[in-house]
């Protein structure tokens, strides 16, 4: 994919787009817009709706606001405003001087709902939540009208006033939309538009006491910005007839017109900004960006790039109808990424020492190692090799079954981009645990040598014992068993308890020494990792971003 290019396919957003464009329905333009919610750190769910919104304003040449959507101040905070503004950037996409907040609106929004008090479109209700329920009705039947619903406007104006001066205790009276008690749609039986609610604002402070809800302020959000394309998921379908009706009823100049698409949900995968939350209070994970946390921070600190992730949400395409993506093809993305890009190096994770007793003491030789096969631009680098290296535990077998092409006791392997080398005597501990081997090379055998092309039947990575530097390695598996997280009524008990395996003595080759925090490598035969940030100088941590072997790749060709 090409760099920042969001969309190389197209799809029912872009069809309708195209349809208004030719008809000159927005005026032949496209305003979109990012709506979170802080109260959360984004996840990958997010990064659709970013790359869908973003990319269809970049696509025909329009503009895409990022807004938040601050109506609810108790669950709100300025860490997630941050969180926020920094992972759309980090995808690579940019609102310029368009960063709003619904709470910009709020004076704007209660003259909305004075203006539907005076044209009888809204009234305040004194039922208590639980009679409000009752009147509400069913699916099957048609609910039954508020006794408040006729009060004169003036009476009506009196207390939404009264209500926003701050006479009236909490839940005691709302604002709603006077619509219709027997729509077959619930969300047009009187919609409940304010509420009374004493919390501070992150942005107003105190300066409210009732609030907008998110049904009313949205639309008017959407109208006031000139937004062309309100694009959402699927659950607010039922909310459109509302969307449309609160627009007429102010008689905005604006008509966003609100068009729904399938939510990305991902196998064992939880998304909910809620429930994540619940796992970084509860001490589940190390934070919001734990690397196996499906947010856009977990996944950046998991060493994901934007590239791969832009590229995940351009595959996985915006449909109409719900469907769990496999998390097999978001690793197919970051394989496919780094394979092209990312510097080659040999690290081994769990050190067994092998004694070339052939090869000269004292002698460090520099041998030659391409950067990256697929890439003959990026070039070469020097590796040391000596008497002693360390190899795998899980490439040696002193008993080995009649397939293992890797090292056994009278065996052969070529060690990558060095010699063949051949294994004379295994020494144990006094508990009989196997702690180093002992092997002759073939100083004829030397990759590049004349003798290079002798064939053995297996390749294993290494790396020099003296030279090599000592690192943490951290391993991560799915956070949940389940493809479903949420199955049962406890997700927590769901949680798989060998999510993160941590290996403290590996050993890498010297040149990740000056690795810097982000950077992305493929060890060879382990798979790609990044530099974690918990890395300090003179003590590496690495974490293992995906293994080599691409399932989604392998069921493509079945
Ligand atoms: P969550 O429950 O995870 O917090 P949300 O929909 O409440 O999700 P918002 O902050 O309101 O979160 O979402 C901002 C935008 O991102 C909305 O337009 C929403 O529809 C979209 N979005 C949220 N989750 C997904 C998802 N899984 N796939 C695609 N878009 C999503
Ligand atoms: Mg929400």
Redesign the pocket.
């Known amino acids: 994919m090409a760099d920042n290019e969001t969309f190389t396919t197209t799809n029912f957003i872009h069809n309708i787009i195209e349809e208004d464009n030719r008809t000159g329905k927005h005026g032949g333009s496209v305003h979109t817009r990012?709506?979170?919610?802080p109260?959360?750190y984004l996840?990958i769910?997010?990064a659709?709706?970013i790359c869908l919104n973003f990319g269809t304003a970049k696509k025909y040449g329009g503009l895409c606001n990022l807004r938040f959507?601050d109506t609810n101040p108790s669950k709100e905070e300025v860490e997630y405003v941050d969180s926020i503004q920094e992972d759309v950037r980090w995808l690579g996409f940019d609102w310029e001087e368009r960063k709003f907040y619904a709470s910009d609106y709020f004076e704007q929004l209660y003259q909305y709902a004075v203006q539907l008090i005076k044209s009888g479109k809204a009234f305040v209700c004194d039922l208590t939540p639980q009679q409000m329920r009752e009147y509400r009705g069913t699916l099957t039947e048609p609910g039954k009208e508020s006794p408040y619903r006729n009060r004169s406007v003036e009476e009506n104006l009196d207390l939404f006033e009264r209500m926003k001066n701050g006479e009236f205790q909490d839940g005691t009276r709302v604002l709603r939309a006077k619509i219709d008690m027997a729509s077959p749609n619930l969300n047009m039986r009187d919609p409940v538009i304010y509420r009374i609610l004493r919390a501070s604002h992150h942005r107003t402070g105190d300066a409210w006491c009732i609030y907008p809800m998110y049904d009313f302020a949205h639309p008017l959000s959407d109208a006031i910005e000139g937004i062309t394309h309100s694009?959402?998921?699927l659950e607010f379908e039922a909310h459109r007839p509302f969307y449309d009706w609160l627009l007429e009823a102010v008689n905005h100049p604006s008509r966003p017109q609100q068009i729904e698409f399938a939510?990305?949900?991902l196998s064992y995968t939880m998304?909910?900004?809620?429930k994540l939350r619940a796992l970084v209070e509860g001490g589940f994970v190390s934070g919001w960006d734990d690397p196996r946390m499906p947010t856009i921070s977990g996944l950046r600190r998991r060493g994901f790039t934007s590239e791969s992730i832009r590229d995940f949400c351009d595959r996985i395409g915006v449909a109409k109808s719900n469907s769990v993506v496999d998390y097999a093809l978001l690793e197919h993305c970051i394989r496919e990424d780094l394979n092209a890009k990312a510097l080659r190096a040999m690290a081994v994770l769990r050190p067994l020492k092998v004694v070339i007793e052939n090869y000269p003491e004292g002698v460090v030789e520099e041998l030659t190692a391409d950067n990256n096969p697929e890439n003959e631009a990026m070039g070469h680098r020097k590796i040391p090799f000596s008497r002693e290296v360390y190899i795998e535990q899980d490439d040696f077998m002193e008993d080995p079954p009649k397939k293992f092409f890797r090292l056994s006791p009278g065996q052969e392997v070529r060690l990558k981009h060095a010699y063949i080398i051949k294994c004379e005597q295994v020494i144990k501990d006094e508990t009989g645990k196997i702690v180093e081997v002992r092997c002759t090379y073939d100083p004829e055998t030397k990759s590049g040598g004349a003798l290079s092309g002798r064939k053995v039947k297996g390749t294993l990575h290494w790396v020099s014992a003296a030279q090599a530097v000592k690192a943490q390695v951290r391993i991560y598996d799915q956070l949940f068993v389940n493809e479903n997280p949420e199955e049962g009524d406890d997700y927590t008990a769901n949680l798989n308890p060998d999510s993160l395996i941590t290996l403290h003595d590996c050993r890498v080759e010297p040149n990740l020494a000056k690795a810097g925090v982000g950077d992305h490598f493929q060890f060879l035969r382990q798979g790609y990792f990044t530099v974690d940030r918990d890395s300090t100088s003179g003590s590496l941590v690495f974490n293992r971003i995906v293994g080599l072997r691409d399932t989604w790749a392998k069921m493509q060709k079945a």
């Not at 998304?271 to 809620?274: A, L, N, T, V, Y």
């Open positions: 990012f709506p979170p919610e109260n959360g996840h769910g997010h659709k709706s959507d694009v959402c998921t939510r990305l949900n998304m909910s900004k809620r």
